[in-house]
């Protein structure tokens, strides 16, 4: 295929960027040429495939969760972010416009609806088990839904559906099909909590650590992300009760802390499961409780269905049950194996590939493709 231009829709956290720097790879891989369109959280890339790629910040802010008169404002910004992505996207005359969920996706979208009848290909991500308000706008107009799970809730009627996986960085990628380290002596146990959310496991963590017996408790070593506020506080904690960890704002190294990891305890996102059932790692998972559309107990509930880990509802995220938890997986290493190889069964390390391919195919069709894509269907529930 002759090179195309191609605009990528991601901003706000790194569980919308990530994957969108997967596909950016895959497809300049392929001779295409990228345009980033992004919001100000993310703010304009420095390093990485888009570094050097054509980028455009646009304003605009989440409507769900607010009040009527900040929905209000935040949908009018979102409106004129669209009329302004019209404009650029005029003069750029991609073939295809890509969004990656969140609101950052919906003026690039709408913007290039706003063309007419020849607009660009229009493909929407959703990273999650439930359809994200933002993508059911714009599953209304996309010609095609590109989804992580089999099963994802709340999709429209008709919607041209198909079956990628997550999209998970090259690093992450290759840690696929490496066997789960057997504990020999040390238990390797990863915290991470995203972007938001991650006090809880600050506070919980390590006071549940703090309730196992002695021995045990000598042989754990813990890699935790915290708030930039907590660290010092979390590494205190793990101090003054004896146990090895190493507690930062923002883990740079997360392949290789995954491929050494024994347990993984975190928050239910997309982009997590998908890093965590790419590199096959048994994971206790939190979900995070202002969610949305509540997508991340949909998405642990996929992985403790498979028995590739365990769910525990934040309100019921104390130190007594999350000890008792750890204290029963870390005695029976046996449990935690047949999660991990569960786990990997979930694994989908080509994600990037498999979305590249749907991208090209729609170009094939650009500009309104007459029949979705020839891969696997997903199931509407």
Known sequence: MKPQTIVIAAGGTGGHFFPAEALADALVARGHHIVLMTDARAGKRTSG???????????????????PVRALRAGVTLLASAWKARGILHTLQPDAVIGFGGYPSIPPLLGARLLGRRHPALIIHEGNAVLGKANAVLSRFADVIATSFPTVAKLPMGARTVLTGMPVRPGIAALAGEAWPTPNGTINLLVWGGSLGARIFSQVVPAAIGRLPAALRARIHITQQARADDVDTVRKAYADIGVQARVEPFLNDVPDILRAAHLVIGRAGGSSVAEITTAGRPAVMVPLPIAASDEQTENARAITDAGAGWMIRQPDFTAQTLAARLQDLFTAPDDLARAAAAAATLARPDAALRLADIVEECLQLSPSPAHPPSHETETRT
């Not at 980028?55 to 769900?64: I, M, P, S, T």
């Open 49 to 67: 495939v888009f570094a050097n790629a054509p980028q455009f910040v646009l304003r605009g802010a989440g409507v769900a969760g607010r009040g």
